[in-house]
Structures are given as C-alpha cells and as structure tokens.
C-alpha cells in the first residue's frame, strides 16, 4: 500500500490542524492505519491508529481529549484532527499501514511537518 500524508503546517498553540493520509494500492479491509510523530532530537512515538474494519480508535495518552482520529472508507483517507494544539506537538507527522495479523507497520507514508509556536 502507497501513503500520502497532508496537512501540515504552522499553527499557535491553542490552534486546530488537520492531517490526511490516502492510500492506495490495495483494499485496506482487516488493515490498520497508524500516526506517528518524530520531533527533532526524539525518537518517533505512537500517536494513534484507527482499525479500517470497525474504526476502532486508539490513542497515546499524550493526546486524548485533544486529537481524533477517523476514517472515510470511501476515499481511502484517514484524518487526523488535532485540538487545542501545543509546543510539543511540533515535530514531522507520519501515516502507516498495516495488516492486523502484523506486529509492526510496513507502509509509510513521506512525513508532514507541523509547528505549534508558543
């Protein structure tokens, strides 16, 4: 499956953006489609993915309450809504694929960056 993420830019903390990512290439049926974010100097961290079957979500702890993650089956996207932004929000964001059988995410797609000045 081929990832392409939009959305990205800069934002004042406090501020709303939203993320997409398309896919194509195959049926994402019984995939799952994960953000991830790496700021500069850190290690690229989990933020949330989103089961294509159900649309189960699920977050890291560092953005429930804040961001929503969703689904148009239709259009093969999945979004990203992130709220009430902060600083550390700041870093380049990444869309991924899976199968649900995989432990690990084989498909990326290029990286967005978002900047949230203070």
């Known amino acids: 499956v081929q990832l392409q993420a939009f959305g990205g830019g800069f934002v004042q903390a406090g501020d709303s953006l939203r993320l997409s990512c398309t896919a194509s290439?195959?049926?994402?049926?019984?995939?799952?489609i994960g953000w991830f974010r790496q700021a500069p100097g850190k290690e690229r961290e989990f933020v949330a993915h989103?089961?294509?079957?159900?649309?189960?979500?699920r977050y890291a702890d560092s953005v429930k309450g804040r961001f929503t993650i969703s689904r148009d089956s239709a259009a093969n996207t999945v979004y990203l809504q992130m709220n009430n932004m902060k600083s550390e929000d700041t870093a380049i964001y990444y869309c991924a694929a899976r199968s649900s059988a995989a432990s690990s995410y084989k498909s990326w797609g290029q990286g967005t960056q978002v900047t949230v000045s203070s």
């Open positions: 989103i089961t294509w079957n159900l649309g189960t979500p």
């Open positions: 290439g195959r049926t994402l049926y019984n995939w799952i």
